[in-house]
């Protein structure tokens, strides 16, 4: 298709150049998708660290200065600085550009950041599904987005030609695009991210405090599972502390369900109901096997990690 | 040393050849540690593929058989049927024997099987801190014991020449060796692996059990996190049955502080305290770290898993 081989913007502007905006430009690069990539960042340390590996065009340290002409201009920060981000921008937009953004919650966002957005802006809302647990502009590669899910959320009424441009970009990016209603993104995703990295933190936290089993015993045996919550619990602190105070109603209610099979499960212990047991951990075996026909994780055991040895 | 170049036993007894027994017949093999690695399991279908694999001298459907002239007999099934074996073992046992085992509860297992060990034979109760998500003989591979640890808990006036040979064996496997309390070992075993297993088969089944959310949205959109629990909730159910109802004690004790902790941050998200947030998943990133310089995981992101794709 001739679409595909020619750039779907003139230029993009990158507001946040982290894991998320690294790929994002070593993508749209990988895709030929723009004509130019402008990224910023607030902190010096990070814009001097894009500006040696040089997977921006330009680089700036204002968000007015980034968006200047550009086309396409996506906010990758965490999403607690998406409304200042969006007021400081809105005069400097162009006439005709879309906005979008990268955030893990969506409803807060089109709440946040669409009253900024001036007419003849458009604003479609966008969360793609990937990531890793380390962060910053040195942390981005060009594949991390390919066979992951992208969620769009337009507000009612979004003009349906920025919506398919966006979907045209990410499908481009190599992920996979489903549009979906902001609220119930966020439900979703409150069980099948925001949960399991507030439980992965707790029991990091948890096994840390405990003045029974010291923290080198914890280091030394967490073959047994426990390294696999480390890795989450590593993820970014800032992005994830925007997500939980975002998702607020999302998350308390799935947590609630938590806590109730929670209970549940503890009190089978306490009775010694091994069938309970038992018929939970044949049930969630099914649920692993679907995943990885889906093509969402690796069938090698372990995830394939490669053996970690000493130094 | 000329230890290390001739076998440590005449022949080795597994009792149960799933992915511990296999793996462990794989790695006697590689160092040279046995004349003849005899198996026993009681499912068919098992003996069938070991028989069709080969990595054992003689296969048995009678654990009576297969500890018949044995110098090192291991307990490799569940831990629920550790006693049944011991005591069906215990007169075909060889004198001067030594019985050790390889369940993820030590002092149950001490309390269970040791009535049954005979004089004149020992008994070194052991937990090699490995595994996968996967079982079965087809599951096993040599270096699954490789720079994990394997934790001794010898019950006092065990024989020191019994401990040093299980301790010799275990090197020789890949391993390094500790030597610990029992009851101690049930507590640390109860936060570093029974009680994440525990969480982890708990959100799975949450997850499912969701009729706001469908179970094609949770594995479609799984990559944000959850897929990582799904590989933990995969693990083998008649193994992790029996764990909870032997160490029933330790992992209630460290739920119960998991539950405290939880319902702390479950209200600091319903008050909006991004500090509390922000400072605990700043501290956990510090447990990673240490977990990766101690050679207990692979550095790279995602677990270094190679990228899944739709079929």
Sequence with gaps: MTIDSKPLFGKV???????????MAYAIRRAGLAAHIAGYTRSPESLEAARAIGFADTLHDTPEAAVREADFVVLATPVGAFAQLAQSIAPHLKAGAIVSDVGSVKAAVIHEVGPHIPAGVHFVPAHPIAGTEQSGPE??????????????????GT?????????????????????????????????????????????????????????????????????????????????????????????????????????????????????????????????????????????????????????
Tied chains: 1, 2.
């Excluded at 990158?14 to 905006?21: F, Q, R, S, V």
């Excluded at 942390?139 to 009612?156: H, I, K, M, N, Q």
């Excluded at 009775?271 to 069938?299: C, H, K, M, Y």
């Design 159 to 311: 003009d349906p030609q920025a919506v398919e441009t966006v979907r045209t970009f990410w499908r481009r990016c190599g992920s996979e695009v489903e549009i979906m209603d902001a609220k119930h993104h966020d439900l979703v995703l409150a069980i099948t991210s925001h949960v399991p990295h507030l439980i992965a933190y707790n029991i990091v936290g948890t096994a840390a405090d405990l003045e029974t089993v010291t923290q080198g015993e914890v280091i030394k045996y967490s073959a047994g599972g426990f390294r696999d919550f480390t890795r989450i619990a590593a993820s970014d602190p800032t992005m994830w502390r925007d997500v939980f105070l975002n998702n607020r109603e999302a998350v308390l209610e799935m947590l609630g369900r938590f806590n109730e099979d929670l209970t549940a499960l503890q009190r089978a212990i306490r009775w010694g109901d091994g069938e309970a047991l038992f018929n939970l951990f044949t049930r969630t075996r099914a649920i692993r096997r679907s995943i990885v026909e889906a093509g969402q994780d690796t069938p090698a055991p372990n995830f394939g990690r490669s053996r970690a040895r000493k130094p």
């Design 13 to 23: 502007a990158l507001l946040g150049i982290g894991l998320i905006g690294s790929s």
């Design 139 to 156: 942390a981005g590669f060009p594949e991390l987005f390919d066979g992951r899910w992208c969620v769009l959320t337009p507000p009612a």
